[in-house]
């Protein structure tokens, strides 16, 4: 079946740790995206890519790091300097184009202890 | 630039009753729009989508929409709530073309009393 698969679905991490999230998709989409979810905030963007080898800064993207070597992969590496680390994290993926819509992973729910 | 202004972070409607979600949405061109849901502990899922075919937008479980160009506006409607309708509900602006960036609004919580 194709779909996002997000991995793993609960993390905990000690404080000053950086760990790295995981994201892949077999539906061969372009383009993929990471979002940070808090209550009452909404879906706020850390990071996009378009194609490979090339990604853009959301609006959340400081602390945060990606790759994309892959189509099918973009990880996110939350990084020691992100000061308020725990949250849900979502992986996103859409064909490249217009009224094209974003499938979503089930999701990530990051806690740094 | 792209923004998206969901009107009432909460609204709480009676089972059988109309349902409507407000959203604005600010864009340079002519942006891509959508409604997502999100029930607890569930990803997200589509409920519809404006394409430019046609103003009027039906979706999933009766929700629709509807995009008004002189009011930027899409608002989100359904004629009879139903208790399964309880979840928070998101709208969503995209770039059309070039990079394209995905916007989501704060999300609205709809509750359902029986």
């Known amino acids: 079946d194709g779909g996002i698969t997000q991995s793993p679905k609960y993390l905990f991490r000690k404080e000053g740790q950086n760990v790295t999230l995981s994201c892949e998709q077999n539906?061969?989409?372009?383009?993929m995206y990471w979002y940070r979810q808090d209550p009452g905030q909404g879906l706020r963007l850390i990071y996009y890519?378009?194609?490979?080898?090339?990604?853009q800064k959301g609006d959340i993207a400081e602390g945060y790091s990606v790759s994309r070597e892959k189509k099918e992969s973009f990880p996110l590496t939350v990084t020691s300097a992100q000061k308020n680390p725990t949250a849900f994290y979502l992986c996103?993926?859409?064909?490249?184009?217009?009224?094209?819509?974003?499938?979503f992973g089930q999701g990530t729910r990051l806690t740094v202890v | 630039a792209q923004s998206v202004t969901q009107l009432d972070s909460h609204v709480s409607v009676s089972e059988g009753t109309p349902v409507l979600l407000r959203c604005n949405y600010s864009s340079s061109y002519s942006p891509s729009l959508f409604w997502y849901v999100q029930h607890p502990n569930k990803g997200l899922q589509l409920l519809l989508k404006?394409?430019?075919?046609?103003?009027l937008v039906k979706g999933i479980n009766g929700f629709e929409a509807e995009f008004k160009k002189s009011e930027t506006s899409f608002h989100l409607t359904k004629p009879s709530a139903h208790m399964s309708d309880a979840a928070e509900y998101f709208c969503v602006v995209s770039s059309p073309w070039g990079y394209q960036k995905v916007t989501f609004g704060i999300g609205t919580k709809l509750q359902v009393i029986p």
């Open positions: 539906l061969n989409h372009d383009a």
């Open positions: 404006y394409t430019s075919a046609a103003t």
């Open positions: 890519s378009q194609i490979v080898n090339d990604f």
């Open positions: 996103a993926s859409k064909v490249a184009g217009m009224n094209t819509e974003a499938f």
